[in-house]
């Protein structure tokens, strides 16, 4: 944990290190409500890396996120390549793996798709999906402090309101949408 941190006050810009803290601190607490065994904390102690972890490449530059991409066998889509701050969790989960050693795969598939989403989440997939949105430094978002209270009562519906807002985000600024944000929000919206 300690090398973690070192790293990432090294590689992050001040904010994004102070909303790598605020994620990691609210998906502990995520999962402390949604622990689906409470005779231990393991759990806990995966958001809690998860969390740390998931922005850890988030301010590399793209050249060397390709390049890592490229040297390491991590496939990407055109529209990856094109707007390659999408690629910050691939990138992410593969820093997590060969620098930290992390071998759980369900903390390095929440790194990896939580900008996104995907189709059937893991409790942990969904709970870094969403703490990353609603940590206590994010900017105001509509509707933030009601999706923080759903976080803690219900997980699909706080997913549901927040692929909502990130869909209206991306058509009303003209921006790309990754197939896979497609497909997550078609996903909750076909339940
Ligand atoms: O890295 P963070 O800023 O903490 O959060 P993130 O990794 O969830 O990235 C959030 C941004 O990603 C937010 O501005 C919405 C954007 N985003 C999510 N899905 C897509 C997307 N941007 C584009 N262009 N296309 C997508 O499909
Ligand atoms: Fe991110
Ligand atoms: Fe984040």
Redesign the pocket.
Known sequence: MKKIKKYLKKNLTKERYQ?TLGVAYTATAMAMKYNPDTTNSDFIKKAELAGLLH?CA?NMDNGKKIRICDKNNISYTSIEAE?TF?L??KVGAHIAKSKFGIEDDDILNAIIW???GRPEMSTLEKIIFIA?YIEPSRKPIPDLDYIRKLAFEDLDMAMRAILVN?IN??QKSN????PM?QKTYDSYNNV
């Open positions: 909303h922005d988030k707007n999408l910050h969790g939580h900008t996104t990353d990130t985000y991306l921006k790309p949408f990754d944000t």
